[in-house]
Protein backbone atom coordinates (compact mmCIF):
# COMPACT_ATOMS: atom_id res chain seq x y z
CA UNK A 1 0.00 0.00 0.00
CA UNK A 2 1.33 3.26 -1.33
CA UNK A 3 1.51 6.60 1.09
CA UNK A 4 -1.27 8.24 -0.97
CA UNK A 5 -3.34 4.96 -0.54
CA UNK A 6 -2.41 5.13 2.98
CA UNK A 7 -3.65 8.96 3.20
CA UNK A 8 -6.96 8.60 1.49
CA UNK A 9 -8.21 5.44 3.08
CA UNK A 10 -7.50 7.68 6.17
CA UNK A 11 -9.08 10.58 5.05
CA UNK A 12 -11.75 8.47 3.73
CA UNK A 13 -12.83 6.58 7.02
CA UNK A 14 -12.39 10.03 9.44
CA UNK A 15 -14.61 11.58 7.36
CA UNK A 16 -17.39 8.56 7.83
CA UNK A 17 -16.47 8.76 11.67
CA UNK A 18 -16.89 12.58 11.51
CA UNK A 19 -20.30 12.10 9.67
CA UNK A 20 -21.72 9.97 11.83
CA UNK A 21 -20.60 12.14 14.68
CA UNK A 22 -22.57 15.14 13.46
CA UNK A 23 -25.28 15.36 15.68
CA UNK A 24 -24.46 14.49 19.27
CA UNK A 25 -28.17 14.79 20.39
CA UNK A 26 -29.44 12.06 18.09
CA UNK A 27 -28.06 8.73 19.67
CA UNK A 28 -26.86 6.34 17.43
CA UNK A 29 -28.38 2.91 16.90
CA UNK A 30 -26.64 -0.54 17.81
CA UNK A 31 -25.88 -0.60 14.32
CA UNK A 32 -24.19 2.57 14.21
CA UNK A 33 -22.04 2.49 16.96
CA UNK A 34 -20.46 -1.16 15.80
CA UNK A 35 -19.87 0.37 12.23
CA UNK A 36 -18.22 3.24 14.19
CA UNK A 37 -15.79 0.67 15.86
CA UNK A 38 -14.84 -1.19 13.32
CA UNK A 39 -14.24 2.39 11.37
CA UNK A 40 -12.26 3.37 14.21
CA UNK A 41 -10.42 -0.34 14.38
CA UNK A 42 -9.56 0.46 10.43
CA UNK A 43 -8.11 3.62 11.32
CA UNK A 44 -5.89 2.50 13.72
CA UNK A 45 -4.85 -1.12 11.20
CA UNK A 46 -4.08 2.05 8.65
CA UNK A 47 -1.83 3.87 11.31
CA UNK A 48 -0.17 1.18 12.60
CA UNK A 49 0.62 0.30 8.50
CA UNK A 50 2.07 3.72 8.39
CA UNK A 51 4.33 3.74 11.18
CA UNK A 52 5.81 0.30 10.56
CA UNK A 53 6.01 1.62 7.09
CA UNK A 54 8.05 4.71 8.47
CA UNK A 55 10.09 2.22 10.68
CA UNK A 56 10.85 -0.17 8.06
CA UNK A 57 9.62 -2.68 9.56
CA UNK A 58 8.32 -5.05 7.48
CA UNK A 59 6.57 -7.64 9.55
CA UNK A 60 4.79 -5.54 11.63
CA UNK A 61 3.68 -3.67 8.35
CA UNK A 62 2.68 -7.06 7.07
CA UNK A 63 0.85 -7.97 10.50
CA UNK A 64 -1.47 -4.22 10.21
CA UNK A 65 -2.30 -4.85 6.09
CA UNK A 66 -3.40 -8.50 7.50
CA UNK A 67 -5.28 -7.27 10.24
CA UNK A 68 -6.80 -4.06 8.12
CA UNK A 69 -7.37 -6.51 5.37
CA UNK A 70 -10.03 -8.90 7.89
CA UNK A 71 -11.64 -6.12 9.18
CA UNK A 72 -12.35 -4.86 5.68
CA UNK A 73 -13.70 -8.27 4.99
CA UNK A 74 -15.27 -10.05 7.97
CA UNK A 75 -15.55 -7.51 10.19
CA UNK A 76 -18.75 -5.74 8.68
CA UNK A 77 -20.43 -9.45 8.28
CA UNK A 78 -19.94 -11.06 11.20
CA UNK A 79 -17.72 -9.67 14.36
CA UNK A 80 -17.67 -13.46 15.21
CA UNK A 81 -16.40 -14.42 11.91
CA UNK A 82 -13.42 -11.70 12.19
CA UNK A 83 -12.19 -13.00 15.33
CA UNK A 84 -11.90 -16.45 14.34
CA UNK A 85 -9.98 -15.64 10.58
CA UNK A 86 -7.95 -13.50 12.68
CA UNK A 87 -6.97 -15.99 14.85
CA UNK A 88 -6.18 -18.55 12.78
CA UNK A 89 -4.11 -16.78 10.59
CA UNK A 90 -2.21 -15.64 13.39
CA UNK A 91 -1.82 -19.29 14.57
CA UNK A 92 -0.73 -20.50 11.41
CA UNK A 93 1.81 -17.45 11.34
CA UNK A 94 2.96 -18.58 14.44
CA UNK A 95 4.23 -21.66 13.12
Not at 24 to 33: C, M, V
Not at 46 to 57: P, R, S, V
Not at 74 to 81: F, Q, T, V
Amino acid sequence: MTDEELDRLTREISGDIEQMAEDPEKPLSRKERRRKLILRARRQALDKIKEAKEKGNINQEVKANLEYSLLTEYAEKSIWLYNLMKARLFMWRAF
